[in-house]
């Protein structure tokens, strides 16, 4: 088999496996490379449940997760399987904030409600905020599936002919004129263009971009908690109870809770970013990780929780840039070397329509969606300050 290809593609996560299916629905001869197995839980990709929102406080974001959302509901019809639940995401926050983001969603044309507080109690007995708070209702946010949506691209792509080498480790990358060339730990190989879509690894793989962006890996503690009372386990299904984001600017407290779904016995409530590591470190147990913040909002606003400590706790890995934006642009040493990464813990509901932006790029096409804020640019012109 000829070991020449007109992409190749770094990375099995969500953004590489939407990448490699788009690079064949091109029709691009494709392959793609994964260190591990694929479905592994060393990475970012992993788990049973993401937010999904279509409110953003920046609109490029906005026609990237509409095509998201228009790619999952062609596969939910071809497959015919549920790959998201529309619970809608509440965005509770102090009244600044939400008033920020309900100007920005009204400039985009978006729907979604306001109200306060204590309307919050009332449509969801789950919580209790007062007026202190304000909240913004994203009829279009809800739980993704996550493991559906990688088995998804990962078998739609191969179905497609394209071809995944698992267990084989990225060594380095090599230019002479238009031919790229991949060295493994197993092999070499030829290509036209390559993107690498490697999270975390990004700070092994080319410390020059991780430095320029100040790009910082985390660990993030994902915990999970049981109601006090299993009469009250009802109340947090997918039915009855939203998404929610929480970010108050007064304490900088920033959060996320979903409804039952990775433990059929517990919500997920965790904080939103977690401690910073480098590659090569030590696992860390995820339970050292600091648990106050969450015990004490759960206390105060989800009162029919328990938050002694929680029931379950599993660990993912961030890549978060200094300005906590994706980063999507050409390698500044090589000609045809893409960049993917940066997704900060929230790239999971747009690397569908990222993943088809890419793939076009490496066809040498167009992005069907404007790219420039993720560009490396903006880490060298100023507009992006040094931490």
């Given at each position: 088999m000829s070991k020449h290809f007109d992409a190749i593609v770094v990375g099995a996560g969500i953004l590489g496996s939407s990448t490699a299916y788009h690079c064949r629905k091109l029709g691009l001869k494709t392959l793609q490379l994964e260190q591990y197995n694929l479905g592994h839980w060393h990475g970012s990709s992993h788990g049973m449940s993401r937010i999904t929102r279509l409110v953003h406080v920046d609109a490029p974001y906005v026609p990237v997760v509409q095509d998201s959302y228009k790619q999952i509901a062609e596969f939910e019809k071809k497959r015919g399987e549920k790959l998201w639940g529309n619970t809608g995401l509440v965005w509770v926050a102090d009244p600044d904030t939400i008033d920020h983001i309900s100007t920005t969603a009204k400039k985009?044309?978006?729907?979604?409600?306001?109200?306060?507080?204590?309307?919050?109690?009332?449509?969801?007995?789950?919580?209790?905020?007062?007026?202190?708070?304000?909240a913004l209702y994203d009829p279009m946010g809800g739980m993704i599936y996550p493991e559906k949506w990688l088995r998804t691209y990962q078998e739609e792509y191969r179905a497609l002919?394209?071809?995944?080498?698992?267990?084989?480790?990225?060594?380095e990358v090599t230019e002479d004129g238009e031919i790229t060339t991949i060295r493994t730990n197993k092999d070499t190989y030829t290509c036209r263009r390559t993107i690498l879509c490697v999270g975390t690894w990004l700070q092994t793989v080319f410390p020059d971009i991780a430095n320029l962006t100040q790009l910082q890996p985390q660990r993030v503690c994902v915990a999970y908690w049981k109601p006090k009372d299993p009469k009250d386990l009802p109340l947090f299904s997918q039915e009855k109870m939203p998404v929610v984001i929480i970010e108050d600017r007064r304490t900088g407290e920033e959060a996320f809770a979903l409804p039952t779904r990775d433990y059929p016995d517990a919500i997920k409530y965790c904080k939103y970013f977690g401690d910073a590591f480098n590659i090569g470190d030590a696992e860390k147990d995820p339970e050292s990780v600091n648990l106050e913040e969450p015990r004490k909002h759960l206390s105060q606003h989800f009162p029919q929780i328990d938050a002694t400590e929680p029931a379950h706790v599993d660990k993912c890995k961030y890549t978060v840039s200094a300005d906590h934006h994706y980063i999507f642009d050409w390698h500044p040493k090589f000609n045809n070397v893409l960049v993917g990464s940066g997704c900060c813990g929230s790239g999971f509901k747009v690397s569908p329509g990222f993943g088809r932006a890419l793939a076009h790029l490496l066809a040498g096409q167009e992005s069907p969606f404007d790219l420039s804020m993720f560009s490396l640019k903006r880490f060298t012109d100023g507009s992006v300050k040094k931490h």
């Open positions: 985009s044309g978006l729907e979604h409600e306001v109200f306060g507080g204590e309307e919050i109690n009332q449509r969801y007995p789950q919580m209790t905020y007062d007026n202190t708070w304000k002919g394209g071809i995944v080498h698992e267990d084989e480790t990225f060594i």
